[in-house]
C-alpha cells in the first residue's frame, strides 16, 4: 500500500470562514454535549428506577421492571425513531407543533439526547439495584431504627454508599452513552461520526478523516477514564469491593 497521509487537508476552506478542521470540531462539541446531557438524564432516572426495584413495594418493583425491561430490550436505532418521529405526534398540539417549528438541529438534539439519556437510564437502574442489594441488611434497618422514614434512609445512608460501590461498572455506561452517541447521525444530526462521513464526501480523505475521528473518540473515553479513576479512588470505601 503506497499512500501518504496528508494532514494538511483538515486546514483547506471548506466555507468562506470554516475550515474543515472546524467541522471536526464542531462534531466533537455536539457529542460531548450530547453525551453530558444524556448521561444526566441516565443517573437521575436510573437512581429513580434502581431505588422502585429495591424498595418494598411490589407496584414500584413493577413499574421499575417493567421500565427496565421495555428500553433495554428494545433497539436503541428503533428507540431514536419514535423518540424523533412519534414522540412529537404524541405531544399537545401546542408542544408537538412548538417541537416541529422549532430548529431541526434542536430537534435532532433533543430526540436524541432523550432517547441516549432514557435507553441507558434502564442499565443504570440495575446497576443501582445491584449496588442497593449488595449492601449488608443491617444499614437499611439502622437508619429506620435512628428515626429515618424509609425516603431519607435511602437517600442518607443507602445511595451515598451504594453510588460509591457501583462507579466502575457507571464508567463503562458513561463511555457507552458516548459511543452509543454516534447513532444521532441517522436523524442528520451532525454529531463527530456524521461530521467524519461527511469530511470524506467533501475532502476525499477517507484514512484521516477517520483516524481523526478514532483519535476524537478515544481522547472523550480517556477522559472519561481518567475522572472516573479520580472519582473511584477519592470514594472508595474501606471493606467494599475495589478499597484498599
Known sequence: M???????????KASTNETYLDWLIAGFKVTVALGLCSCVIALALGTVFGVCRSVPSKTANAIGAAYVELFRNVPLLVQLFIWYFVVP??????????IKNS?????????????LGTFTAARVAEQVRSGLNSLPSGQRNAGLTMGFTLTQTYRFVL???????????????????????????TIGLLELAAQGRQLVDYMAATYESFIAVTLAYMLINVAIMRLMGWVEKRTRLPGFIGSK
Open 103 to 115: 430548529n431541526p438541529v434542536v430537534q435532532q438534539f433533543l430526540a436524541a439526547v432523550f432517547c
Open 89 to 98: 405526534e404524541l405531544l399537545p398540539d401546542s408542544v408537538g407543533d412548538a
Open 159 to 185: 445511595l451515598p454508599v451504594a453510588f460509591r460501590v457501583i462507579v466502575p461498572p457507571l464508567t463503562s455506561e458513561t463511555l457507552n452513552v458516548f459511543k452509543n452517541s454516534a447513532v444521532a447521525s
Open 2 to 12: 503506497n499512500y501518504s497521509l496528508n494532514w494538511g487537508v483538515f486546514f483547506a
